[in-house]
């Protein structure tokens, strides 16, 4: 499986913690962490899915997107966890069309997320 993904700009100093994740009705808010300052704040507000998982879980998506490229949100186009959810046989992949997979990587949990809308990202979220 091969991984194609593209950065989403944000000013976050350094690897965040991604410490807080509400959802509610559809909407997802992600807050991210530095050295216990809130840094960023990325919002989706039409999810159909979403995985909280150890950064040790996602080692085949490091080569790409680790915090070594200065990135830490990242838009995914090919070989994610949509593509790998869309091989097994119960899983009902007409359903998301229109939607795009997003990972953003922290520090020790990683997030990824399933919607329709591109997330809005707030840097210096305080």
């Given at each position: ?59 085949e ?36 069309k ?20 591109r ?8």
């Amino acid at each position: 499986m091969t991984l194609r993904v593209s950065a989403i700009e944000s000013t976050v100093p350094a690897l965040p913690e991604l410490t807080r994740i509400e959802y509610d009705a559809g909407k997802l808010t992600i807050h991210a962490y530095v050295s216990g300052k809130q840094v960023a704040m990325v919002q989706f507000e039409s999810v159909d899915g979403f995985r909280v998982l150890d950064e040790g879980d996602l080692l085949e998506f490091w080569p790409t997107c680790s915090w070594f490229h200065g990135k830490w949100l990242w838009e995914v186009h090919e070989g994610g966890w949509f593509e790998l959810e869309s091989t097994r046989p119960g899983f009902v992949g007409e359903k998301y069309k229109g939607a795009t997979e997003y990972l953003l990587v922290g520090d020790n949990e990683c997030v990824s997320v399933i919607s329709r809308d591109r997330p809005v990202v707030t840097d210096n979220a305080l």
